[in-house]
């Protein structure tokens, strides 16, 4: 890969990037589930800020990279669900990301980041059911998993998809971003199902 960079950080909707050809890859989810994080691994760089407390992300970033010899951009939401965020704060950030999540034409795929300790809280399930009035793929990627015990990843997985009714494209991927000795899990695999999605999607056109 040639290294990836960030093309720009948006406060609002006039300073998005051209859209030119390349594909979109968002990822929304609530604040601290890992959003930045997860997008630095796939990077493997550290280029968005990842925050202690939630509200981390105020703007949304656009980085531009390749995976697999596709080219792309993974596009960082700032996180919804913040409790102590006032109520112009929560208003601003319906108006940022619906005015991306509602007009952008290269957005092919959202990824929806859950807390793999927590499954789909009820802002997660309306954050799936505004996601789907705008006719949006959505994709779930599981986060924080070194937080349960690996042997136990299998029945916790299956016990979210028999029971919370989640919308996917697809099995949703179990991931971890933490980069101490042996944690990190289900980056590569992340980045190879994009690439191929973006693939199946161009193909399809
Ligand atoms: N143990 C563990 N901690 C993680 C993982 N991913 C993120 N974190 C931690 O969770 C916190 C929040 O991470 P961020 O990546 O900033 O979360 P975010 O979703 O971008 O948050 P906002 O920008 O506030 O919406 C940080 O302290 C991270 O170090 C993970 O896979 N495992
Ligand atoms: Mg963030």
Redesign the pocket.
Same mark, same amino acid.
């Given at each position: 890969m040639a290294g990836a960079f960030i093309e720009a950080s948006c406060f609002n909707a006039a300073k998005f990037p051209a859209e030119s050809e390349l594909p979109e890859i968002a990822f929304a989810?609530r604040?601290? +589930?890992?959003?930045?994080?997860l997008i630095n691994a796939l990077l493997n760089a550290k280029l968005a800020h +990842?925050?202690?407390t /939630?509200?981390?992300?105020r703007s949304i970033n656009f980085y531009k990279t390749e995976f697999n010899d596709v080219k792309l951009r993974l596009v960082d939401l /700032?996180?919804y669900g913040y409790a102590s965020r006032s109520k112009s704060e929560r208003s601003e950030w319906l108006k940022l990301v619906s005015a991306y999540i509602a007009q952008r034409k290269n957005l092919i795929l959202t990824c929806h980041l859950v807390d793999f300790r927590h499954g789909l809280l009820a802002n997660d399930k309306e954050l799936q059911e505004w996601l789907n009035s705008y006719k949006r793929d959505i994709f779930v990627v599981f986060?924080?998993a070194?937080?349960i015990p690996k042997g136990k990843w299998r029945s916790t997985m299956q016990n979210y998809i028999m029971t919370q009714g989640l919308y996917s494209v697809n099995v949703p991927i179990i991931t971890?971003?933490?980069n101490s000795s042996g944690k990190r899990a289900g980056i590569d695999e992340l980045k190879n199902f994009l690439a191929e999605f973006i693939k199946s999607k161009q193909q399809a056109n």
């Open positions: 989810g604040s601290n +589930v890992g959003k930045s994080s +990842v925050g202690g /939630p509200g981390k992300t /700032p996180g986060t924080k070194d937080k971890s971003s933490e």
